[in-house]
């Protein structure tokens, strides 16, 4: 076995490509954005106006259109940005498989492939859920293209951070990770991180939202005023739940599965390792952030901060943990 | 069914609630004067309390990451140690805190055991709970179904007997748990489903409890020994000669069974073309043959990093490897007093391995009782750095070379304290010095020999073989751990993904028919259907539009012709439902 360099080279091509092409998506995201922005002030400014002479007819307001009635016709950025969007995923994921065959193994063998690769399941996830948003007419808040913008933003920042700091060259693997268990433990990761992810952005909007809302109701400045063509703080609330909690039980699974590997490895399936016990640190946090969502005074913005920082967890997890700490994981040659 | 539904998916949710309302006094105030009994029971609750059980679970988050700041004890003792040493104040401070023991620790132990009383103290009373709402009749239809989240009302052609009766069979079918009462002026069933929303969140938290146990089973009653094996020797596992055992409380080395592991040789790879990533390791493959027991057929196998030997709940792993040079030792009077391999420790990647000879019963040539030690480094590829100095540049041994200083005096193998085979202690000891007086360096390759002054001897380096090292567990309850691992992940599956739905149906006579009265002519019905989630459920608004679609189909008229969709005067109450209705209505118009 020895590594096909013509392949390797062709997958970082794909990868340059691949990034260019998020690139025009993220932008196309933002005009999206941008363009609600101004349809919600139109149409506010229109409701207002219709309710003025509704006044002055002295009728009800009952004649309002209702306010599914907001939902703007066609995006023809966002259209163009979802487009792009399956392009760049197209090339990545061709990135991603000509790396596999150049070393004959899955593409997740260090960290910078760890980084590629989980970036592919990112936008998979999200495109995956995109489809099926459009399958149900984009219809009960599951159009989830306002989100574009804030996934593919830390796609691309992962991308650039991967290549600059953590490139090695497509080897073969170390006999520690040769084991099946590689493919079945580290893609259950992959997945659960790519929701933590997306849930991440979304609960970052929404906590940006439930402010502008609050500012809004006390009458004052918005600011961000892009955020009034995203949903609701409760509808953006409810989405991030429900990825936090696929993620969850994905995350309890890419545990289960490392201690089944570990066992397998180093005969014992628990050892307090550093990354097992910030994977641990992790779960703890997720699982306070579902119960704090259940208690009373602390549903809302304290339990999203909890799962902020379970978020900034997961990321040291995968950064400070892998490059600082001497460890059992440590072997991916970074 | 007043008060809107709350937006909590998770488990822990309104159950709990509605089973503490007597609670609600003693949380916030505290009587005066408390009874011994009441104040226990007022603690009681605060620990089986759903905040205590959060901040607990934060606390647990939080004391779990000094374990992987600070060296542990039972991962690495020797990094312990020189923490201490490097560290003379903060130190052994520190380790009062017991931050090199974190997960035995006082405060670790406090905070998991309380969690899991927390635990215990909440799970077990939802479960009684639990047991009688999984009985319990569906509740009773609300008077105003218009006023639920989700509402339709169809007019149907059928009577209104048989509509109640294909809509209960609609529900059934679609897995509710139906009860169907009489009220004045027609009938309404009430349907409900997604206990095991409920039952799932049970088993998830007894569960863990489960795990909790199994791993401390594991911990009491478990192994594990280290030892180390040249090639062509044999390791017995009872009573075997370890180089380090550890077991729990109720477990000692004489559970270990009597098996005999031989290391036929040891296979070792390493990149030897790609520049990039030259030296990584490629393989690590130790051939042994394994006998269970004496006078068992021996088997061959080779154990690999993730292939160890699995028997009778033992389990040997390969965790190690290195080099062992081929010694022999003649003394001054001609003796051979030693010959053997002598494993060196590989000490980085590149294989610069340390090591030490001990020769206790060596003769000079003036036929004085000598001993003598040799320390020094092995390098399986040697080259020289710009100073001179060599090291290795290949874990391979392509061009193998020993460097080694001899000392003579006392080993300090006499006094009984026991001591480490891989270092000399060099209290007792002096340099072998050449004629300028400074302490010789013997740098032999494969073949050599060197031959000490003074008629001490002479050392061979006749050739290298390679060692591994082994790890020997037993760790009971590991199956039962994963069985209750994955239990818990079921329940936790079942506790968030499964919706807890309730659906009343109301049948009425259509208005301005004779539905009551026998033999008049049956003037159709009017249904009303009505639906309430527990948290938010994205698929409330789809699964009442099944049931009015169901129920039409199977009173055999054409589904949807003449629903009339979502009710007015809804719109109030709440932002979601919207979106939701307009869902739905946007299925029925397709």
């Given at each position: 076995m020895s590594v096909d360099e013509n392949l390797a080279g062709i997958s970082n091509v794909l990868l340059y490509g691949a990034m260019t092409a998020y690139v025009v998506a993220m932008i196309a995201f933002a005009l999206d954005l941008a363009d609600g922005q101004r349809t919600a002030k139109g149409e506010a400014a229109r409701r207002a106006r219709l309710e003025r002479e509704a006044a002055k007819a002295g009728g009800a307001v009952a004649t309002l259109p209702p306010p599914a009635a907001l939902a703007r016709g066609r995006r023809?950025?966002?259209?163009?940005?979802?487009?792009?969007?399956?392009?760049?995923?197209?090339?990545?994921?061709?990135?991603?498989?000509?790396?596999?065959?150049?070393?004959?193994?899955?593409?997740?063998?260090?960290?910078?492939?760890?980084?590629?690769?989980?970036?592919?399941?990112?936008?998979?996830?999200?495109?995956?859920?995109?489809?099926?948003a459009r399958r149900n007419g984009f219809a009960g808040g599951r159009d989830l293209r306002y989100l574009g913008t804030f996934v593919v933003g830390p796609v691309?920042?992962?991308?650039?951070?991967?290549?600059?700091?953590?490139?090695?060259?497509?080897?073969?693997?170390?006999?520690?990770?040769?084991?099946?268990?590689?493919?079945?433990?580290?893609?259950?990761?992959?997945?659960?991180?790519?929701?933590?992810?997306?849930?991440?952005?979304?609960?970052?909007?929404?906590?940006?939202?439930?402010?502008?809302?609050?500012?809004?109701?006390?009458g004052r400045r918005t600011g961000v005023s892009f955020m009034a063509a995203l949903p609701s703080a409760q509808e953006l609330e409810r989405t991030s739940a429900r990825l936090h909690a696929v993620a969850f039980v994905l995350w309890t699974f890419t545990i289960i599965a490392g201690a089944i590997w570990a066992q397998k490895a180093w005969s014992r399936y628990w050892g307090w390792d550093a990354k097992e016990v910030w994977s641990f640190v992790i779960w703890v946090a997720y699982a306070a952030y579902l119960h704090a969502r259940a208690t009373r005074g602390w549903d809302g913005r304290r339990a999203a901060y909890l799962s902020m920082v379970g978020f900034t967890c997961l990321v040291a997890n995968f950064t400070i943990v892998n490059i600082y700490f001497v460890g059992l994981h440590s072997y991916a040659g970074v | 069914m007043g008060t809107p539904p709350r937006t909590d998916e998770t488990h822990l949710d309104r159950l709990r609630e509605d089973a503490e309302p007597a609670r609600a006094g003693a949380d916030t105030a505290v009587p005066p004067a408390l009874g011994p009994g009441e104040l226990l029971r007022y603690?009681?609750?605060?620990?089986?309390?759903?905040?205590?059980?959060?901040?607990?679970?934060?606390?647990?988050?939080?004391?779990?990451?000094?374990?992987?700041?600070?060296?542990?004890?039972?991962?690495?003792?020797?990094?312990?140690?020189?923490?201490?040493?490097?560290?003379?104040?903060?130190?052994?401070?520190?380790?009062?805190?017991?931050?090199?023991?974190?997960?035995?620790?006082?405060?670790?132990?406090?905070?998991?055991?309380?969690?899991?009383?927390?635990?215990?103290?909440?799970?077990?009373?939802?479960?009684?709970?639990?047991?009688?709402a999984v009985r319990a009749r569906p509740p009773r239809t609300p008077a105003r179904l218009a006023r639920l989240p989700e509402h339709r009302q169809v007019a149907v052609a059928a009577a209104p007997a048989d509509t109640a009766r294909a809509a209960e069979e609609v529900l059934r079918s679609a897995r509710f748990r139906v009860d169907v009462r009489e009220e004045p002026g027609g009938s309404s069933a009430a349907a409900e489903r997604g206990h095991h929303r409920e039952t799932g969140n049970l088993v998830f938290h007894l569960s863990l409890v489960g795990l909790l146990v199994s791993v401390a089973s594991g911990s009491l009653l478990g192994y594990e020994g280290q030892r180390l094996v040249v090639e062509g020797e044999t390791f017995v596992g009872v009573r075997g000669d370890w180089d380090s055992f550890a077991a729990g409380p109720w477990a000692g080395e004489e559970d270990v069974p009597p098996f005999a592991l031989r290391l036929d040789r040891m296979d070792v790879e390493f990149e030897e073309d790609q520049a990039s990533a030259l030296g990584q390791p490629r393989l690590f493959a130790a051939d042994v043959t394994y006998t269970p027991r004496p006078g068992a057929e021996p088997r061959t196998q080779t154990v690999e990093v993730n292939t160890p030997v699995e028997d009778d709940g033992v389990q040997i792993n390969l965790s190690g490897n290195g080099y062992a040079p081929?010694?022999?030792?003649?003394?001054?009077?001609?003796?051979?007093?030693?010959?053997?391999?002598?494993?060196f420790l590989p000490q980085n990647a590149n294989y610069d391995s340390r090591g030490v000879l001990k020769v206790p019963d060596a003769t000079d040539a003036s036929g004085e009782q000598v001993q003598l030690g040799f320390q020094g480094v092995f390098l399986p590829t040697v080259t020289r750095g710009e100073d001179g100095t060599p090291r290795s540049i290949f874990p391979g041994d392509a061009n193998p070379m020993l460097a080694l200083v001899a000392y003579t005096g006392d080993l300090g193998l006499d006094d009984g304290t026991p001591q480490s085979e891989y270092v000399l202690d060099l209290a007792g000891l002096h340099a072998v010095r050449g004629a300028d007086g400074r302490p010789i360096g013997y740098q032999l390759t494969p073949g050599q020999s060197v031959t000490l002054p003074d008629g001490l001897g002479t050392l061979t380096f006749e050739g290298v073989t390679r060692f591994a090292s082994f790890d020997v567990r037993h760790t009971p309850g590991q199956s039962a751990a994963l069985l209750f691992s994955l239990l818990a992940t079921a329940g936790l599956s079942a506790s968030l993904f499964i919706p807890r739905r309730r659906v009343w149906v109301r049948v009425r006579p259509a208005a301005g028919g004779s539905g009551g009265a026998a033999g008049g002519s049956p003037g159709g019905s009017t249904v009303e259907v009505g639906g309430l989630s527990r948290g938010s459920d994205a698929g409330l608004a789809a699964e009442v539009d099944v049931v009015v679609q169901r129920l039409a189909e199977r009173l055999g008229e054409p589904p949807g012709a003449r629903a009339d969709g979502a009710a007015p005067g809804v719109g109030d109450d709440g932002t979601g439902n919207d979106q939701a209705r307009t869902a739905a209505a946007s299925r029925e118009s397709t």
């Open positions: 023809r950025a966002a259209a163009v940005a979802t487009s792009v969007l399956g392009v760049a995923f197209l090339l990545h994921l061709g990135s991603v498989v000509t790396r596999g065959f150049s070393v004959d193994r899955v593409p997740w063998g260090n960290m910078f492939e760890f980084a590629v690769t989980g970036c592919l399941v990112v936008t998979g996830v999200f495109l995956a859920a995109l489809v099926h691309l920042l992962t991308l650039g951070l991967a290549l600059r700091a953590w490139y090695v060259e497509a080897a073969e693997l170390v006999p520690a990770l040769d084991s099946y268990w590689l493919i079945i433990h580290v893609a259950v990761a992959f997945l659960a991180s790519a929701l933590f992810t997306i849930g991440f952005s979304t609960t970052v909007l929404q906590l940006v939202q439930d402010s502008r809302e609050t500012r809004q109701r006390e | 603690a009681w609750r605060q620990l089986t309390s759903m905040r205590t059980a959060l901040f607990l679970l934060m606390l647990l988050a939080v004391a779990a990451v000094p374990g992987s700041v600070f060296p542990q004890r039972d991962i690495d003792p020797v990094a312990v140690r020189r923490y201490l040493v490097e560290h003379e104040t903060a130190g052994p401070w520190l380790d009062r805190l017991q931050v090199f023991d974190v997960y035995s620790s006082v405060w670790f132990s406090a905070i998991y055991l309380l969690l899991f009383v927390s635990l215990v103290g909440c799970v077990l009373p939802r479960a009684l709970v639990h047991a009688r081929v010694l022999r030792f003649t003394d001054g009077q001609g003796r051979v007093v030693h010959t053997g391999a002598v494993p």
